[in-house]
């Protein structure tokens, strides 16, 4: 297929971007690299993609280019046969939504609006939206099911993110296309963005730096490791190009299984053969106590496995890092 791949640049975005590579698909890549976390990170990525790309003598083509510009978007749908849209784009992180609510709306709802719109004039019917599990915000049932009505949610990112599971449910009502809504949870492994839990604990232990844990380290993930988000993505991709008629779901993708914060750094101290210096800070707002995913439907409509527990990640991540400083 000719997929069009928004955020191709950042962490997720460029595994997928070379995933589907791999399985010989065409890709457009487009990100604007926006300064929330280092430019330099999202350019190494994007040369990851490139080096995949030469190697495997795949189809890749990228242009930096801004979702809530639509007349950009329309160009780029125009020049290129685009037979899928992957929505990966967004203004990331829960506490900075915080401090800017009008430009995490601008940029994820109007973002995700201009692309659903020139796709739907394009008659592009295959779309994939990354959503969050933070949309199910301090809901005090566990596991989170995908019929729970979400409306708890305690950030402007979540709101974003539900914003655009809605958006993306209209345009699925009003013009037939097959829409999969990926609401991904606390996704990490190899290129994690800086800002990250994970991330920043495995830099700080590793440099004999302090780390600070917001609470007494009792609240919970549900960590998913980047390999198993792809794989879920990927089946997502094939189920929207597969309907036989106009569909439209909300996946949870996660790892089914909670992780405290005391017990992630302890992990992390095992990899890295280095203990912490633990500083323990008041709660911040913005932050859920747990998530926790039902991933039933994702295993009976998409086929999604994951695969890989938290301790063998956590393995895996902290190699990668100690590879790299």
Known sequence: MNILLTGCAGFIGSHLAEKLL????????????????????????????????????????????????????????????????????ALAGVRPSLEKPCRYAKVNVEGTTNLLEEARKKNIKNFVFASSSSVYGNYKETPFNENIEVDSMISHYATTKRAGELTCKTYHNLYNMSIACLRFFTVYGPRQRPDLAINKFTHKILQGDEISIYGDGSKKRDFTYIDDIIEGTVKAINWT?????????IFNLGEAKTTDVNTLIAMIEEAAGKDAKRKYEPNVAGDVLQTFADITKAKQILGYNPKTDISEGIQKYVHWVKERI
Do not use: M, W
């Open 241 to 249: 190009a597969q309907a036989t008629q106009a569909a439209f779901e």
């Open 22 to 89: 791999h399985l010989k698909h065409n890709v457009f890549g487009v990100d604007n690299f926006d300064p929330y976390y280092s430019e330099s990170l999202k350019r190494s990525n994007l040369a990851e993609i490139e080096k995949t790309a030469r190697e495997l003598d795949a189809s890749f083509h990228f242009e930096s280019l801004d979702i809530c510009n639509s007349e950009k978007i329309r160009e780029l749908l125009n020049s290129n046969a685009i037979e899928t849209v992957v929505h990966l784009a």
